[in-house]
Every structure is written in structure tokens, then in C-alpha cells.
């Protein structure tokens, strides 16, 4: 099973902050990478996919980079209706498999 | 506008079947270009993957779960449902339903609101 691992695990951060999450695969991906954003209570909601294409409706301040088996998930502005666990996924081949996540706080 | 809704028990007993359905509505689960999967979150912790079925019955499941897990479809009630037999207390997740594309482009991009299953006695 291909292992994927976030960090960090937790992140403080302030409105208008420029926000950080990578992600890395125990073997290279192809760009099968998927970023989540899960609100307490909700179900996770796909923001970027294919490491770095940007799913309808999510506001453009959120961007995705990588390739092979290093990826980031950036918040350019961050506002407060994005404080909330992000998750990575690979889809990649079966089993797919989550990253731990990230919670993302207010500081 | 596509909706995936989850059913079953809240609550099952230890070594008991756990079984849960998701109805999807607003587009057809026979449709070529999905598999519906089933995802798990137990309290405060991450997401894990249970498995994936294809309408004509292709299924995927997660090894760590594979002998004690089925997966099945009903393309005439455009359903697809989950059971996991011989619970125990470490099975207690919220229980998503969702849908990703099949060649894995694209990820879960629609998901059901998650039903939380308790096993307790």
C-alpha cells in the first residue's frame, strides 16, 4: 500500500496568513493527489485534484503543486471559513489511502 | 444536482453485521465514468477507505478490511450498499458514502453527509 504523510500535523495561523501543507507518498504518484477540506461535523469536500487542478466552485486562493511523490496544498490569503482539516489523497492505484491531516487553527 | 444519502442501524452489537446503504439521486448510479466507494472516520481521527464498486459489480476493497468486508450495488433502486461483519468497538466511525471518477483523476467529489455507527452492546 502506497503510505502518505501530511505535515504538519496542526498549523496556528491568521486571517490573511499564507498557509503551507505537504504531503508525501512513500513512492512516486504520477500527480494522483487529491486535497480535502473537512469542517467539524461535514463531510470532507474536494478542493484540488490531480495535484493541481482546481475544483469547481472552490474559491482560487487555494492551490496545489507537486509531482511524483512530494506535494503542497497553498492557501494564498487565508479567511476565516478556512479554518478546517485538510486531508491529501492518492488515487494513484487501489488501496487508495488518506494523509493524517492537517488541523488548521487560529492562532 | 447529484446527492448520495447514507441508511442503516446507528448502533450494532459486537461481532454483529454492520450494514448500511447509500441512495444516490439526481443521476444514474449505471453510469460509466464512476465507481461509488465507502469511506470511514472514526471520532477524531482520519479517513480511511473501505472499498469501491463499479456498476456492472468491479469491486475494490481495502486489504485491511477485506475478509470481513462486502460491497454490493442495485442498479434497479440506484443503491450500493456496505456490510461488515464480526464488529467490534474499533469499527465506531461515521460511515461516508461518495463517488470518484474511475481512472482516478479526479478523487471523491461527491460525498453523502455520514451516518455515525456505534457498536456497542
Known amino acids: 500500500d502506497i503510505q502518505m504523510t501530511q505535515s504538519p500535523s496542526s498549523l496556528s495561523a491568521s486571517v490573511g496568513d499564507r498557509v503551507t501543507i505537504t504531503c508525501r507518498a512513500s513512492q512516486s504518484i504520477s500527480s494522483y493527489l487529491n486535497w480535502y477540506q473537512q469542517k467539524s461535523g461535514k463531510a470532507p469536500k474536494l478542493l484540488i485534484y490531480?495535484?493541481?487542478s482546481l475544483q469547481s466552485g472552490v474559491p482560487s486562493r487555494f492551490s496545489g503543486s507537486g509531482s511524483g511523490t512530494d506535494y503542497t496544498l497553498t492557501i494564498s490569503s487565508l479567511q476565516p471559513e478556512d479554518f478546517a482539516t485538510y486531508y491529501c489523497?492518492?488515487?494513484?492505484?487501489?488501496?487508495?489511502?488518506f494523509g493524517q491531516g492537517t488541523k488548521l487553527d487560529i492562532k | 444536482q447529484l446527492q448520495l444519502q447514507e441508511s442503516g442501524p446507528g448502533l450494532v452489537k459486537p461481532l454483529e453485521t454492520l450494514s448500511l446503504t447509500c441512495t444516490v439521486s439526481g443521476g444514474s448510479i449505471s453510469t460509466s465514468s464512476y465507481y461509488w466507494g465507502w469511506i470511514r472516520q472514526p471520532p477524531g481521527k482520519g479517513l480511511e477507505w473501505i472499498g469501491s464498486?463499479?456498476?456492472?459489480?468491479?469491486?475494490y476493497y481495502n486489504p485491511s478490511l477485506k475478509n470481513r468486508v462486502t460491497i454490493s450495488v442495485d442498479t434497479s433502486k440506484n443503491q450500493f450498499s456496505l456490510k461488515l461483519n464480526s464488529v467490534t468497538a474499533a469499527d465506531t466511525a461515521v460511515y461516508f458514502c461518495?463517488?470518484?471518477?474511475?481512472?482516478?483523476?479526479?478523487?471523491?467529489?461527491?460525498w453523502g453527509q455520514g451516518t455515525l455507527v456505534t457498536v456497542s452492546s
Open positions: 489523497q492518492h488515487s494513484y492505484s487501489f488501496p487508495y489511502t
Open positions: 464498486i463499479y456498476y456492472s459489480g468491479s469491486i
Open positions: 461518495a463517488r470518484h471518477d474511475r481512472w482516478g483523476t479526479v478523487g471523491f467529489d461527491s
Open positions: 490531480a495535484a493541481s
